[in-house]
Nanobody
Framework: QVQLVESGGGLVQAGGSLRLSCAASGRTFSSYVMAWFRQAPGKEREFVSAITRAGGTAYYADSVKGRFTISRDNAKNTVFLQMNSLKPEDTAVYYC????????????????????WGQGTQVTVSS
């Protein structure tokens, strides 16, 4: 069982930056693929980014590639999402997720892959 708690959301102007954090409970954090998803009002939850267990490989949605960076600190049971050059269309609730499955990376982009979810943190980007 893993509990995830996100923090770092807030209100920022377009072009600004935010850094989201997700703290995980438990002693097996390094055994989970970690990801960020987001959900805007009236829209479905969508994949943002994922990172492999050791942090060696990251995956990004095309819409955030080059602007967002995912990282993790396995010693601190924390995954981060650095968001730069924010746009109003990045406004959403951002969720942290963890997967203990050994799937190919093709599945990292899909929400059913993830067993555990945080409560979400609101990110609002004003124009």
């Amino acid at each position: 069982q893993v509990q995830l708690v996100e923090s770092g959301g807030g209100l920022v102007q377009a072009g600004g930056s935010l850094r989201l954090s997700c703290a995980a409970s438990g002693r097996t954090f390094s055994s989970y693929v970690m990801a960020w998803f987001r959900q805007a009002p009236g829209k479905e939850r969508e994949f943002v980014s994922a990172i492999t267990r050791a942090g060696g490989t990251a995956y990004y949605a095309d819409s955030v590639k080059g602007r967002f960076t995912i990282s993790r600190d396995n010693a601190k049971n924390t995954v981060f999402l650095q968001m730069n050059s924010l746009k109003p269309e990045d406004t959403a609730v951002y969720y942290c997720a963890a997967s203990g499955h050994f799937y190919s990376s093709t599945y990292y982009y899909q929400s059913p892959t993830y067993d555990y979810w945080g409560q979400g943190t609101q990110v609002t980007v004003s124009s």
